[in-house]
């Protein structure tokens, strides 16, 4: 079955830039969707088919997907970017949606 | 303004079925493309997409979970039930309901979820 990949922990500076990586074979292939998810709270779709952002989302959040990898870039990063960060595509496999395991962002 | 809201037991027995309804409004599950589906998330781990139902019923599922799992929809109540048998306390966690609209294979919105606790 299709697997995601993501680095557990990722601690960043405010202000600095935050990238938050999501790794399955030949994802490039694929749709990614990224939700944050603050401690407590609601998920929250920040990005949806690798680069399009809901209407409310900053443009600080953006991403990209080439090859094996998709990347969720936070530029400008403020202490509000605090979260979980879940990627997620369609397992056409199974033709069911896939989460990744999480990332969880630490602003410093 | 499109809202979904989940309801339920928040406690169930080991062995019990647990069912739980997400009554939504702001859309139809009739239009084109779009889904409601349910995502759970024990504490402090990943989210995990359960069930989906689709505009004209079809359905789709987790495949570790599937012979557990059954999802329907009510549309002239704007309701969508699932039921998961045999609940074990590695079911606990928290439940949401989400849409998945047209066009994308995403959840674009969510409910607060609710809690659910499996436990003699």
């Known amino acids: 079955s299709y697997e995601l990949t993501q680095t557990p922990s990722v601690s960043v500076a405010p202000g600095q830039t935050a990238k938050i990586t999501c790794g399955g074979d030949s994802l490039e292939r694929r749709a990614v969707h990224w939700y944050h998810q603050r401690a407590g709270q609601v998920p929250v779709l920040v990005v949806f088919n690798n680069n399009n952002r809901p209407s409310g989302i900053p443009e600080r959040f953006s991403g990209s997907n080439s090859g094996n990898t998709a990347t969720l870039t936070i530029s400008r990063v403020e202490a509000g970017d605090e979260a979980d960060y879940y990627c997620q595509v369609w397992d056409s496999d199974s033709d069911h949606p896939l989460f990744g395991a999480g990332t969880k962002v630490t602003v410093l | 303004q499109i809202t979904l809201n989940e309801s339920g037991p928040a406690m169930v027995k080991p062995t019990e079925t647990l069912t739980l309804t997400c009554t939504f409004s702001g859309f139809s599950l009739s239009t084109d493309g779009v889904g409601v589906g349910w995502i759970r998330q024990p504490p402090g781990k990943a989210l995990e997409c359960l069930a989906l139902?689709?505009?004209?019923?079809?359905?789709s599922y987790s495949p570790s979970l599937k012979s557990r799992l059954t999802i329907a929809r009510d549309t002239s109540k704007n309701q969508v039930v699932l039921t998961m048998t045999n609940m074990d306390p590695v079911d606990t966690g928290r439940y949401y309901c989400g849409r998945k609209p047209t066009g994308v294979g995403t959840f674009d919105i969510w409910g607060q979820g609710t809690m659910v606790t499996v436990s003699s």
């Open positions: 139902i689709y505009w004209d019923d079809d359905k």
